[in-house]
C-alpha cells in the first residue's frame, strides 16, 4: 500500500509540474484551473495522511504557510555588486579601450539588461532552499518563500549540487497588463511599470500575493558552488550559461558574444529594436568579458566590477497629439500646466499627462494645443514633452497664454520672473491653495498625519470644519463620521492620528507651514538653530543668512512668512493646540557633523526615515538631492538617478554597512 501511495503522489507531482510550466511559464495551459486545482487538492491530501513522504520540492511547497511578519536578513558570501552605466557609444569605446589595455584579444558576452529585481538562489544537494534580494550588494532580505511562487525557478536540480546562482525577478507585460486592469477594476492605485510591480509583489509578506502576479525570473550568473558534481570549474561566462540550462534555469536566449566595438554596438542596435516587442522591459545592454579568467585579471572596483558595463538606453520616445494644457494650482499659489495627451504607450504604461514645467517652457518649444509632441518618461518614470512639430500643424494654431486669473478662486495672477517663470495666484485665500497647503501640512514628511488624503481635506473644507491646518486639532469624531467614506472608526483614527501628530516637532512642524524655499533640510536648520517656533518667527534676515543652507532668497522668504498677520496668527494657534514647538531631541553625538548625505534606492536593514534619523542624531544632514556640496551618496538596492547624479559629480557613493560604520565611529 504504502508504495502505490508514493508512487501515486509523485505521479501526481510530476503531473502537477509539467502543467504549471505550461501555465506560468510556457504560457500555454493544456488543462483547465479546475483540473489542475482537483490534482492539487488530491496531492495536498495524501501528503498531509503520509507525512513520511513529504518532499522540499512538492509543488504544494510553493505557496504555503503564514504571512510573514518581516524580511530576515541574508550576509551575502559573494558581493551581488551593481554595474557601472555607459549612456554613449564613446563611453563604450572607453571601457573597451580600458579592457584593451589590460587583457589580450578579449571576447564579450552582450546580453539585455532586464529591468527588474536582482536576487540570488541557493542550492544545498540541488534542493532551492535560499533566496534574498540584492539590498545594498552585501547584505539583503530573505525571500525565499515568495521566490517559490516563481514557477521557472526550480525547487530540485537534476543532479545534487550545491551552488548559488544571481538572477532578475521580472514581471511579463502581459501579466503586468491583467493586473493593472483588475486593479483599476478594484478601484486601487495602479502600479507605475512592471519593474515596480515585480519590486513590490516580490516584498509581500504573503506570499499568496506574490503567487497571484506571476513573476518570472532570467538566471544570468553562476555565484559560486559546483556546477558539476565532478567539480571542475567553468572557463568562460558562456559555458556556465549552457549549464545552468541544463539544470533548468531559464536564461536569456537573446544573449551574443562578441570581439569588437563594432559588433557590440550593432548588437545593441539589435536588441533596441526589439526592444518593444520583448515579453518582458529591458532598460539597456550589459557588456562583460566572457573568458573567467580574464574577470579575475580585471578585478572589481569598490562597488562594481571592472570587467563589465551596462549601456544605458536612452529615453524612448513617441509621438501623440496635445489635446489640451491643463492647469493646477499648488499650495504656494504657482499655475502648473499640464499636458493633456492623446494616450500613447511609453515605457512600458500608459500615458496621458505630462509635465509641461511653466509658462517659459511652453512659449521656447513654442507648444500649442492640437499640436502633435514628441514625449518621453525622464528616467524612464515622469512623462514629459520634449517638443512640438510644427510642421504638423493642421493649419493656424494661436500661441498659447496662461491664464490672466486663477482657476481654483478667479483672482489675478502675476508673471513672477525672479521665480523661475512661475505664474502665481495673489489671493492668499485661494481655495486650491488651502487644499494643497493641508494636504502639504498632513504629508509623511511633514506632521505624518495617517489618512488625511486629498478627498478628506476637501471632504473637510467643503463641510466647513476647517479654515486652516490649526483647525484639524479642534476636530471630534463625531463632526466627521458622516463624511463621505468616512464612518465612526475612520473618524476615530484620524483624530487619533491628528492627536499623535501634536509631538511631531519644530522640524516637521517648520517644514509642514509650507514656507517657500524651506525644505525638510533647511526646517531641521531652522529648529536646531533657534529652538523654539517664537524664535524662528523673531529671526532676522542677517541671522537666517548665517546659515549654511540659506541664502537671501531663502532669508527673505522666512522674514516674509513670519511676518504677514493671517501666518502669525496660525502659529499661535497651533502653539494654543499644543503641538510640540521645540525639537523632538538634539543630535546625539557630532561624528558626522558639516556632512550632508542623500539616501537613494531600498536599503538592506533600515528604511529611509531610520537612515536619515541616525544621520541626524550623529549631527548630520540629509539633503533629497546631489548636488557639489553632498558629502556623501548612501545607495541601497534600486538606486536610480540620485546614483546617477553623484557618478558624474564624483561625490563618494558608500553602502548602509559603511554609514554605520561611520556613525558608530
Known amino acids: 500500500m504504502p508504495d502505490s501511495v508514493l508512487e501515486t503522489i509523485e505521479k501526481l507531482r510530476a503531473k502537477l509540474l509539467y502543467h504549471a510550466k505550461k501555465y506560468y511559464v ?66 563604450l569605446d572607453e571601457f573597451l579601450n580600458r579592457v584593451a589595455e589590460i587583457v589580450k584579444a578579449p571576447v564579450y558576452s552582450v546580453e539585455p539588461k532586464i529591468d527588474g529585481l536582482s536576487v540570488s538562489l541557493h542550492y544545498e544537494n540541488g534542493i532551492f532552499t535560499l533566496g534574498a ?54 478601484g486601487q492605485s495602479l502600479f507605475a511599470n512592471p519593474r515596480n510591480a515585480a519590486a513590490g509583489s516580490l516584498r509581500q509578506l504573503d506570499p499568496k500575493i506574490t503567487a497571484e502576479r506571476r513573476l518570472d525570473i532570467f538566471v544570468f550568473n553562476f555565484q559560486e558552488g559546483s556546477l558539476w558534481q565532478d567539480g571542475r570549474l567553468p572557463q568562460s561566462h558562456t559555458e556556465t550559461l549552457n549549464r545552468l540550462r541544463e539544470l533548468g534555469f531559464h536564461t536569456l536566449e537573446e544573449t551574443a558574444v562578441a570581439s569588437t566595438s563594432q559588433e557590440i554596438i550593432g548588437r545593441i542596435k539589435a536588441l533596441g529594436a526589439l526592444r518593444q516587442n520583448l515579453r518582458y522591459d529591458i532598460d539597456g545592454v550589459v557588456i562583460k568579458i566572457d573568458n573567467l579568467a580574464d574577470r579575475k585579471l580585471l578585478g572589481e572596483g569598490t562597488n562594481t566590477p571592472r570587467w563589465a558595463v551596462a549601456y544605458k538606453f536612452p529615453p524612448e520616445q513617441k509621438q501623440t497629439k496635445l489635446l489640451d494644457i491643463a492647469i493646477a494650482v499648488g499650495r504656494t499659489g504657482v499655475l502648473t500646466p499640464t499636458a493633456v495627451l492623446e494616450p500613447v504607450s511609453l515605457a512600458g504604461t500608459t500615458v496621458s499627462r505630462a509635465t509641461l514645467h511653466n509658462a517659459e517652457f511652453i512659449w521656447e518649444k513654442d507648444i500649442r494645443i492640437g499640436d502633435i509632441v514628441t514625449v518621453q518618461k525622464a528616467g524612464d518614470i515622469i512623462p514629459e514633452v520634449v517638443r512640438s512639430h510644427p510642421n504638423l500643424r493642421a493649419g493656424e494654431i494661436p500661441k498659447y497664454q496662461m491664464p490672466k486669473v486663477c482657476p481654483s478662486c478667479g483672482e489675478p495672477v502675476f508673471y513672477d520672473e525672479d521665480e523661475g517663470a512661475a505664474t502665481r495666484c495673489t489671493n492668499s485665500a485661494c481655495p486650491a491653495q488651502l487644499s494643497r497647503g493641508i494636504e502639504h501640512f498632513a504629508s509623511k514628511d511633514a506632521m505624518n ?58 522640524e516637521r512642524l517648520i517644514y509642514a507651514l509650507g514656507i517657500r524655499n524651506v525644505g525638510e533640510v533647511a526646517a531641521a536648520e531652522l529648529a536646531q538653530h533657534f529652538g523654539t517656533l517664537e524664535a524662528c518667527m523673531q529671526a532676522t534676515k542677517e541671522e537666517l543668512c548665517s546659515l549654511s543652507d540659506f541664502g537671501e532668497i531663502t532669508a527673505d522668504c522666512v522674514v516674509n512668512f513670519f511676518t504677514h498677520p493671517q501666518n502669525k496668527d496660525l502659529c ?45 542624531n550623529a549631527g548630520g544632514k540629509v539633503s533629497g538631492s546631489v548636488s557639489s556640496k553632498t558629502s556623501y551618496v548612501v545607495a541601497g538596492e534600486a538606486a536610480g538617478s540620485k546614483l546617477t547624479k553623484a557618478r558624474a559629480l564624483n561625490v563618494p557613493v558608500i553602502t548602509e554597512e559603511e554609514l554605520l560604520k561611520m556613525i558608530e565611529q
Do not use: C, W
Request: proline share 6%; no cysteine.
Open 26 to 91: 510556457d504560457d500555454a495551459p493544456e488543462i483547465s484551473d479546475y483540473d489542475y486545482d482537483m490534482m492539487y487538492a488530491e496531492l495536498l491530501r495524501l501528503e498531509a495522511e503520509h507525512p513520511e513522504f513529504d518532499d522540499p520540492a512538492s509543488p504544494t511547497h510553493r505557496v504555503g504557510g503564514k504571512p510573514l511578519d518581516k524580511f530576515g536578513k541574508v550576509t551575502h558570501t559573494v558581493q551581488m555588486n551593481s554595474l557601472s552605466d555607459v549612456f554613449s557609444f564613446e563611453e
Open 133 to 186: 534580494t540584492r539590498g545594498d550588494g552585501f547584505v539583503g532580505e530573505d525571500v525565499t518563500q515568495n521566490l517559490k511562487t516563481v514557477f521557472s525557478i526550480p525547487m530540485r536540480l537534476p543532479e545534487p549540487l550545491t551552488l548559488t546562482v544571481r538572477g532578475e525577478v521580472y514581471m511579463p507585460r502581459a501579466n503586468f497588463e491583467k493586473l493593472n486592469a483588475a486593479r483599476e477594476a478594484a
Open 449 to 506: 498625519i495617517e489618512g488625511m488624503g486629498p478627498q478628506v481635506v476637501d471632504a473637510l473644507l467643503n463641510a466647513h470644519l476647517i479654515s486652516d491646518a490649526a483647525d484639524l486639532y479642534r476636530l471630534q469624531a463625531s463632526e466627521i463620521a458622516d463624511l463621505d467614506r468616512m464612518g465612526e472608526k475612520s473618524a476615530e483614527n484620524l483624530i487619533a492620528a491628528i492627536d499623535r501628530s501634536r509631538n511631531a516637532g519644530l
Open 572 to 616: 499661535r494657534r497651533l502653539t494654543d493646540a499644543g503641538l510640540l514647538t521645540t525639537p523632538v531631541k538634539l543630535p546625539t553625538s557630532d561624528v558626522l557633523a558639516g556632512l550632508t548625505f542623500v539616501l537613494t534606492g531600498t536599503l538592506p536593514t533600515m528604511s529611509r526615515d531610520e537612515a536619515s534619523e541616525r544621520i541626524k
